[in-house]
């Protein structure tokens, strides 16, 4: 990455990168991967995410984060759908995340294990 | 975009299920089969809504319609009403407990409005091995307006108006600390943020390093600008590998792009930050003790005065600050003392992540702003107490802190208010007990922590803890007397007024305060020699009542001692000289014959 040498090269990367990453709508699968996720088999969850979905054809992007602190239901995904309000899935296995490819991430029909959200985010 | 297909979502968590929420599952299924929708209108299972005391709950989308109470009937209302015809089921309806008023949107919930993520903003969100996602979501950018606006008194004093305290533990004022790192002239000074989270039950510190290590590494700068340091040291235990790995990647990156280093942002100055690294001793938590440690010394604490401000690592003025205390810092940077001090109640401002652990429904981390009632963070946030038992204690502040009881309920929480219940914040680990919970024994499990934690340099500590640990196993293994307990109580007493440092001075803490809300247990222990609870071994009996025994002989075929004896068709004997109380043959009984005495 390029040398930030003021506050307005900050700006200027904050804005291009919220251009690049956000600005077009795409299918996002975000796999939840702290301590808690990982012991849970989310390595597992992000690799299957990464391989089906290429398999299946699906434009998607799959990328990794850290915890939510849903510790109750690790593995947890977000998956956002283009121009919807995304949707946080807890206890993924492998069965659960065909699931939600076939259902979900095809047709927007929502499955099991659904954890609505229960804080205010800062913004 | 498609038209949005119908969905009805039923609440799976744990209370609803109990609550007959399985049945009204199957039902909504049946009813939309039984009018050929079953292609069409989908019955999903989702997880707790938070809304435990008015459950089951179902939420009808598209409109975000919620109906709290609803049973198992009526689930055909639903479908020919709301699902067939387009019509609300008024009487379904959630009314909001607060405002009296129907909610119709799920967005206006209370219950959602009771966490507030300040210092987990990024946690989940991020992708926190991408330094250009964090910028993304404002990382370094109060920095920047740190380092060209504003003067370090001026950071100081922004600190000081937003009234936030240290979350590590002790809850002393930030502005306050970096006020007298500040006064402090120097050649060298330094900035140290203790990721040594030892507190058993808590990972918030953890979470944020993981999820969001920029949020920390620009916190430590903003705090040596203020305080006129220019390098950082962070202090983490070696077992939290993941931690380290993510830090060592963000310090990278920062490095590569300017924001730490020489003449970060063009404005002249230098800050850098290291690593050191702790063998995950829990008095390491305690400042000068991690000092010490990051020094190559013993992790021994010493006498304060002077304090680390003073005299620290290296013998130079240093600012040790906790990483839930330094993710706070941007937010308030970019948004204003006034806002942060807004949150919370008048003398613990801004939030508070909670780790909840143990007897609860939905374990994991929360963050809630200060004043929230035990009530709300345990009934309404944590789901409720495990297989519907009845709640008994929460300890707050880990081993060092001491036991909320249901009086304690709907105390709002903050760091005096603990204080004034015989407990305190400490990191924010909240260990849920429920009535199988012996209170004698979760007191003897903490004090077991500090005996092995303790350093061994204060005679207190290492010998009175020690024979506190021995009393407590004597009680618990009913050979107590009634004068033992006023014996713990005096010893604690000394414990906490002669020891050295923080760890021996809040060690007796447990003892205390489950004698104080539970003498009645304690008294049990060393009077009656029973244990309400049936957890410790050596005060119960098990017992064969011999009416409900058929004797089948399974218990007697699966007790490992053969202790069991008995006729086939005959009810059977436990013979309690033989007996190990291992609770086998319990299990194994299918006419509930056996029993703990």
């Known amino acids: ?118 804080y205010q985010p800062l913004i | ?177 970096w006020e007298i790192a500040n006064r402090n002239k120097s050649d060298e000074k330094y900035v140290v943020c203790n990721a040594d989270e030892g ?67 063009g404005t002249g100055f230098d800050f850098d930050i290291e690593i050191r690294y702790g063998a995950g001793a829990f008095v390491c938590g305690e400042e000068t003790a991690l000092i010490h440690s990051m020094e190559g010394l013993r992790g021994e604490p010493t006498v304060k005065p002077p304090f680390p401000a003073e005299s620290g690592f290296r013998g130079k003025p240093t600012n040790v600050n906790n990483v839930e205390t330094f993710a706070c810092i941007s937010p308030i940077i970019l948004r204003g003392a006034e ?42 946030i944590g789901g409720g107490i495990r297989k519907g038992k009845k709640f008994k204690a929460a300890q707050t502040g880990g081993p060092s802190g001491g036991c909320l009881t249901e009086k304690h309920l709907d105390t709002p929480i903050d760091f005096d208010n603990l204080i004034a219940a015989g407990s305190m914040m400490g990191s924010g680990g909240l260990i849920v007990m429920d009535e199988d919970d012996c209170m004698v024994s979760v007191a003897k499990f903490f004090l077991e922590f500090t005996v092995e934690e303790s350093c061994g340099k204060c005679a207190p500590c290492r010998i009175g803890n020690k024979r506190l640990h021995e009393l407590l196993e004597h009680i618990t293994k009913g050979k107590g007397v009634p004068a033992d307990l006023d014996r713990l109580k005096n010893m604690s007493l000394v414990i906490k007024d002669t020891s050295l440092c923080g760890l021996g001075q809040s060690s007796p803490n447990p003892v205390l305060s489950t004698l104080d809300n539970f003498r009645d247990e304690y008294v049990a222990h060393v009077v009656a020699k029973k244990c309400p609870a049936g957890k410790c071994k050596d005060l119960m009996e098990y017992f064969i009542v011999s009416a409900n025994c058929v004797g089948c002989t399974a218990c007697a075929r699966v007790c490992p001692v053969g202790a069991i004896t008995g006729e086939r068709k005959e009810p059977h004997l436990i013979n309690p000289d033989i007996c190990i109380k291992c609770g086998a043959c319990m299990e194994k009984c299918k006419f509930d014959a056996i029993i703990i005495q």
Request: glycine fraction near 10%.
């Open chain 2, 199 to 265: 507190d058993p039950g808590a990972f918030m510190d953890r979470s944020v390093l993981e999820g969001d290590p920029h949020a920390v590494l620009e916190a430590m700068a903003i705090c040596g600008y203020s305080i006129e340091a220019d390098r950082g040291l962070i202090y983490i235990r070696a077992e939290y590998p993941l931690a380290v790995a993510r830090l060592k990647t963000a310090i990278k990156q920062a490095h590569e792009c300017g924001l730490l280093g020489k003449n970060i942002m």
């Open chain 2, 339 to 380: 806002w942060f001090s807004k949150i919370g109640t008048e003398k613990s401002n801004g939030t508070k992540v909670f780790a909840l652990a143990g007897k609860i429904n939905n374990v994991g981390l929360i963050e809630v702003p200060m004043g929230t009632t035990l009530r709300e963070v345990i009934f309404e």
């Open chain 1, 1 to 118: 990455m390029k040398l930030i040498k003021s506050p307005a090269d900050l700006k200027q990367i904050k804005k291009e990168v919220l251009e690049s990453k956000y600005g077009k709508e795409k299918m996002r699968v975000r796999v939840h991967m702290g301590t808690s996720g990982l012991a849970s088999g989310a390595k597992e969850i992000f690799d299957f995410f990464k391989v089906e979905l290429e398999k299946r054809s699906i434009d998607a992007s799959v990328v990794s984060a850290g915890d939510l602190g849903y510790s109750f239901a690790e593995p947890t995904i977000e998956v956002k759908r283009p121009n919807e309000n995304s949707v946080v899935i807890g206890n993924v296995d492998k069965l659960r995340a065909d699931e939600i490819i076939e259902k979900y991430i095809k047709n927007g029909e929502l499955v099991d294990g659904i954890l609505p959200t229960n």
């Open chain 2, 1 to 177: 975009m498609a038209k949005e297909k119908m969905q009805i979502l039923v609440c799976g968590g744990t209370s609803c299920s109990d609550n007959q929420g399985e049945a009204l599952l199957d039902n909504l299924k049946l009813e939309l089969e039984a009018n050929a929708l079953e292609n069409v209108v989908h019955v999903v299972r989702t997880g707790c809504f938070g809304l435990c005391a008015l459950g089951p709950i179902v939420k009808i989308l598209p409109g975000e319609i919620i109906y709290s109470k609803v049973t198992p009937d009526d689930a055909r209302e639903i479908v020919s009403e709301h699902i067939m015809k387009g019509r609300k089921v008024e009487r379904l309806l959630y009314t909001d407990p607060l405002t009296k008023k129907t909610l119709i949107s799920e967005k206006d919930l209370t219950s959602h409005k009771k966490q507030l993520r300040i210092v987990l903003r990024n946690c989940g969100i991020i992708d926190p091995e991408s330094i250009e996602d964090a910028i993304a979501h404002d990382a370094y950018e109060a920095l920047g307006r740190v380092l060209t606006t504003k003067k370090p008194q001026d950071v100081i004093k922004i600190i000081k108006d937003s009234g936030l305290r240290g979350r590590g533990g002790g809850g002393f004022p930030t502005g306050l600390k």
